[in-house]
């Protein structure tokens, strides 16, 4: 257990509609990492927060936005859901002390029909 | 070229055996290295990290880092049916100010036959 927790735990949404997931960071961790896993492939890094502001972005359209909260915890938005979009989103915290490691939670399950 | 690079196999081993997952990568730069072990319908667990050339060992599992070479290696010895799972490379890219990003490869299935 890394101290990271994601929810919800699954969720099925329909094509157009609007998703939002949440993570808590491991306590002391002020970094929170959003990556996509998609099936049979490795997770692919969405946005970085820290401090609040968005530090780093990868290269995922803008409909794809999250927040930061002062506890350090998390959303991501996902708005007019795709196919595409069904994948397994994993939230990742690390610390100021080292902020190269990265811890995920458990993750979050989208299917979108 | 991707950026990291693994088999995706299936590599089976048999239990008792050493197991031996590889990976390249392709940014020169690249200063950190992770491991992570991947069950089934489970998320990322950190296995190892590794900064420096040479090897680094914790328990079973030894990571092995060749800079010069972009190649990064992990031995599982005395593996364990326990230890089937994907197992995922992983590059920070956090380097010069850049985020602190993992850029991963599409991880190698190992399997341990009992």
């Known amino acids: 257990e890394t101290g990271v927790t994601q929810s919800p735990t699954h969720l099925i949404k329909t094509r157009g509609q609007q998703v939002t997931l949440r993570c808590s960071s491991q306590?002391?961790?002020?970094?929170v990492s959003w990556y996509q896993q998609a099936l049979g492939q490795g997770p692919q890094f969405i946005f970085q927060?820290?401090?609040?502001?968005?530090?780093g972005r990868g290269n995922f359209p803008p409909r794809f936005s999250g927040l930061q909260f002062p506890n350090y915890s998390s959303e991501l938005n996902v708005n007019a859901l795709e196919l595409d979009d069904s994948a397994l989103y994993l939230c990742?915290?690390?610390?100021?002390?080292?902020?190269?490691?990265?811890?995920f939670g458990p993750g979050t399950r989208l299917t979108v029909l | 070229q991707k950026e990291v690079e693994q088999n995706s196999g299936p590599l089976s081993v048999p239990e008792g055996a050493i197991a031996s997952l590889n990976c390249t990568y392709s940014?020169?730069?690249?200063?950190?290295f992770f491991w992570y072990r991947q069950y089934s319908g489970k998320s990322p667990e950190l296995i190892m990290s590794?900064?420096?050339?040479g090897d680094k060992e914790d328990g079973r599992f030894t990571a092995q880092l060749n800079k010069a070479s972009q190649y990064v290696s992990l031995l599982i010895r005395d593996s364990q049916p326990s230890d089937s799972a994907t197992y995922l490379c992983?590059?920070?890219?956090?380097?010069?100010?850049?985020?602190?990003?993992?850029?991963f490869g599409t991880g190698t299935l190992l399997a341990v036959q009992p």
């Open positions: 990742a915290s690390s610390s100021a002390r080292d902020t190269d490691t990265q811890y």
């Open positions: 306590s002391g961790h002020n970094t």
């Open positions: 927060y820290y401090r609040e502001e968005e530090n």
């Open positions: 940014d020169r730069v690249s200063q950190s």
């Open positions: 590794i900064y420096s050339n």
């Open positions: 992983a590059v920070n890219r956090g380097y010069g100010g850049a985020t602190n990003k993992l850029i």
